[in-house]
């Protein structure tokens, strides 16, 4: 097994299924190599700035089988269709921030060791829904993850960790939580990313060992806001 397909191992939530999502969102998309191995670094295609390379070679290789989905890809990307889909997805993480502030405390465990919020955070695969009917309706999430922080785009790691930094103090500034944690929710089908810092919930009156993953799945498929 590459060593790519194995970063977040030693996490609980990881499973074959999450390989294949995290493969698909940072390794090169013909030859599966990652920039954690030495020397290699990925560019996406110009077509669409949605698939990954790690070389020009590869790129030509995958063209036949990508030329397709590179133009639904450009075409989901007009401007106006990308920021609509972009604002409903934060509109979407708005209505849930309740439900998914308690699952992240529990899946980073934060119980048991609160610095780890600064070095891993959760991510939520999610897919569309064609037509939702209501805001909080309008994703559907179908796998967690727990990763360290850059574990998906190591390029965006020192960007993601000052925002959890900016959060973190005004936070610690302005109320008694003790911090921030990071939540990713990336929508895999149409390529659309909300990276959210989230208030760490009270440590206290949290039953540790509930099986959050459940009943975040629960709360965000049937659409029930906190
Ligand atoms: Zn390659
Ligand atoms: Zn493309």
Request: glycine share 4%; proline share 5%.
């Amino acid at each position: 097994m590459s060593k790519a397909a194995t970063i977040g191992e030693s996490t609980q939530t990881s499973s074959a299924e999450n390989v294949v999502l995290r493969r698909a969102m940072t390794q090169c998309q013909q030859c599966f190599k990652s920039p954690v191995q030495p020397g290699v670094s990925l560019f996406r295609c110009s077509g669409c700035s949605v698939e990954l390379y790690c070389s020009r070679a590869c790129q030509k290789k995958a063209w036949p089988d990508h030329k397709e989905k590179c133009m639904i890809n450009r075409k989901h990307q007009s401007s106006k269709e990308g920021a609509e889909r972009l604002r409903l997805l934060r509109a979407f993480t708005t209505k849930h921030r309740p439900s998914i502030s308690e699952a992240v405390v529990r899946a980073l465990d934060l119980c048991a060791d609160v610095s780890r919020a600064q070095r891993d955070m959760l991510v939520l695969y999610l897919t569309a829904r064609p037509a939702p009917v209501r805001t909080e309706k309008a994703f559907q999430l179908i796998a967690t993850d727990v990763i360290p922080i850059g574990g998906l785009w190591p390029e965006r790691e020192a960007e993601m960790k000052m925002m959890l930094g900016k959060a973190h103090d005004t936070i610690t500034q302005h109320t008694s939580a003790p911090g921030a944690v990071l939540v990713t929710l990336a929508c895999i089908d149409q390529h659309v990313v909300n990276i959210c810092p989230v208030c760490i919930q009270s440590l206290e009156g949290l039953t540790p060992g509930l099986p959050w993953e459940e009943k975040l799945m629960r709360m965000l498929n049937e659409g029930i806001v906190l």
